[in-house]
């Protein structure tokens, strides 16, 4: 979780430098913008647009830590604050992201939003059923185990 919360200032870091450097080839590090090698005006306008924005991989990582986080948040509380942290990072990404380097995201309607909130909304439940196992669990937080000596015995925990 830690390393998917830093992932959008690395994806903030190529999204500049790949096309920068793909600028600075195609005019031979001239700084002239009109110097060019492309011999088409469709290559050259592909090359200093934005790239195109893609919103399904941005729901995908939502639902990714929402899940995460709820499956395993009550055996490790510090899931928590890493989730927040992570979409207190992804909003910040995603806002210059928008601003500086993608072109006009496309007009959607409401269906993406409403089936990301479909997906998430099951991970409580999740949450409390993964929750009482863990907490009640007396091999989990006090470190003690049974061995079973027969395989008809039963688990003592």
């Given at each position: 979780?830690?390393?998917?919360?830093?992932?959008?200032?690395?994806?903030?870091?190529?999204?500049?430098?790949?096309?920068?450097?793909?600028?600075?080839?195609?005019n031979?590090?001239?700084?002239?913008?009109?110097?060019?090698?492309?011999?088409?005006?469709?290559?050259?306008?592909?090359?200093?647009?934005?790239?195109?924005?893609?919103?399904?991989?941005?729901?995908?990582?939502?639902?990714?830590?929402?899940?995460?986080?709820?499956?395993?948040?009550?055996?490790?509380?510090?899931?928590?604050?890493?989730?927040?942290?992570?979409?207190?990072?992804?909003?910040?990404?995603?806002?210059?992201?928008?601003?500086?380097?993608?072109?006009?995201?496309?007009?959607?309607?409401?269906?993406?939003t409403?089936?990301?909130?479909?997906?998430?909304?099951?991970?409580?439940?999740?949450?409390?059923?993964?929750?009482?196992?863990?907490l009640?669990n007396?091999?989990?937080?006090?470190?003690?185990?049974?061995?079973?000596?027969?395989?008809?015995?039963n688990m003592?925990?």
């Open positions: 979780m830690l390393i998917s919360s830093l992932l959008p200032y690395i994806t903030i870091g190529m999204g500049f430098g790949i096309p920068w450097l793909k600028r600075k080839l195609d031979k590090f001239s700084g002239d913008v009109y110097s060019t090698k492309k011999t088409a005006m469709a290559q050259y306008k592909e090359l200093y647009s934005g790239a195109h924005y893609v919103i399904h991989f941005k729901c995908a990582g939502v639902i990714n830590i929402v899940w995460v986080t709820m499956f395993y948040g009550v055996g490790l509380p510090i899931l928590f604050p890493l989730a927040a942290f992570n979409f207190f990072n992804q909003y910040i990404c995603e806002r210059i992201t928008i601003s500086f380097m993608v072109r006009l995201p496309p007009a959607l309607d409401d269906t993406l409403n089936n990301l909130v479909l997906k998430c909304k099951w991970a409580p439940l999740l949450l409390m059923m993964n929750g009482y196992w863990m009640s007396q091999e989990i937080f006090n470190n003690s185990y049974d061995y079973i000596g027969v395989i008809t015995d003592k925990s």
